[in-house]
């Protein structure tokens, strides 16, 4: 009898296909580091042939969607091919991309695809501010027609916002400028202390937790009763209210589901996620020489995570009443910041220490000095 998803214990759910370590532009706050490619060669690409193999043995371990992440996936000269193929086995289809090169060709044959998800990275609402971020003149008039051209093949983008210091005074003209291009919904990231991400940091470009938490309240009470796009705020659970968590309005819980998930970079290797880029510990065998079936059920880094998760959580994490679901927020960057995969997540450690963590979403028994 052959071996279907409910045989699985640990079922792999989705997959993180990183189609290139290269990019078209110089993000300054990219977490994993890609090199800057100006044309469509010299850069590693996945190889078609081996990420439909890992696709065919990943559908008998539960696999139902696929997201194509990069670098820059659109650089990918079988990109089409990609989609096509994902369309022929009915899986879900995540795409995040900064738009620059996409196409209304390219839109149709995106959109060609019944579940199709699209984000495009928009950092600014005018081309000053989004081009420093990005690193490249021109991208901006690029990026808001790759929006129009996915609006226009009837698809609905999600415009991504990372906040920074030169750019969180725009929130609300990017989210104006994204209902006028037609988007379905706006997410707001925390910028990550991860490769380009802690030198901002290290540079005080980030926001601090204060100013962070500050202004999520400002975009969760007041600006998002001010439009009718769904906004996201990318904050850990302990710092959402309950109403944009679980109301049938609110947006859910934006959590990694680490544990049904598995990523494979640009060089056909398994590994956590594109932390592994950075992160050699995190890489976990190459597809050309070991099944993914077995990654998948034996590799001692992923075992680990599903019997440790959340109980083995450290710092605020093994405090916080919000654990059960947030896991930790993000375990790769937990690893890239504390060479643990049970370290706590930066954001909340940070807060907690600064006492601002919320002491409703705190364990009773957890001391929390009196504030001054």
């Not at 532009?25 to 850069?43: A, D, E, N, V, Y």
């Not at 209210?241 to 598995?262: H, Q, T, W, Y």
């Amino acid at each position: 009898m052959s071996e279907t998803p409910l045989d699985i214990e640990w079922p792999l759910r989705q997959i993180y296909f990183y189609l290139t370590d290269g990019c078209n532009l110089r993000c300054r706050h990219c977490w994993i580091t890609p090199k800057f490619q100006g044309t469509r060669s010299s850069h590693v690409y996945l190889d078609v042939e081996i990420l439909t193999s890992i696709v065919e043995q990943a559908i008998p371990l539960g696999l139902t969607g696929i997201k194509l992440s990069g670098g820059e996936p659109l650089l990918h000269p079988q990109f089409i091919e990609i989609i096509r193929f994902i369309k022929t086995k009915e899986l879900r289809l995540t795409i995040e991309t900064n738009g620059v090169l996409c196409t209304k060709e390219l839109a149709l044959s995106i959109s060609a695809h019944r579940e199709a998800f699209v984000s495009i990275s928009l950092d600014g609402a005018d081309a000053q501010t989004h081009e420093w971020v990005r690193g490249m003149p021109g991208c901006f008039k690029a990026t808001l027609q790759g929006v129009r051209n996915l609006v226009r093949a009837g698809l609905k983008p999600q415009i991504i916002f990372t906040l920074m210091r030169r750019n969180a005074d725009q929130v609300g003209q990017v989210i104006h400028l994204a209902e006028q291009l037609g988007a379905g919904s706006v997410k707001l990231n925390v910028l990550q202390p991860t490769e380009r991400g802690a030198l901002m940091h290290e540079s005080d470009q980030a926001l601090t937790i204060k100013e962070l938490i500050e202004l999520g309240r400002w975009v969760e009470g007041s600006l998002a009763q001010l439009t009718e796009l769904k906004l996201i705020i990318h904050f850990p659970p302990a710092f959402r209210p309950l109403s944009r968590l679980f109301d049938e309005n609110g947006d859910g819980c934006a959590v990694c589901g680490i544990k049904e998930i598995l990523g494979v970079l640009g060089d056909g290797s398994y590994a956590l996620c594109g932390i592994g880029e950075s992160t050699p510990e995190l890489v976990f065998g190459h597809a050309e020489s070991v099944q993914l079936k077995r990654i998948w059920q034996e590799h001692a880094v992923l075992k680990q995570l599903r019997t440790g998760l959340p109980e083995r959580l450290e710092g605020i994490c093994a405090e916080c009443l919000m654990k059960s679901i947030c896991s930790g927020a993000c375990i790769a960057q937990n690893f890239y910041s504390n060479g643990s995969l049970w370290g706590p997540y930066w954001f909340c450690q940070q807060a907690y220490n600064e006492q601002l963590f919320p002491e409703t979403r705190l364990h009773p028994s957890t001391f929390y000095p009196k504030k001054r």
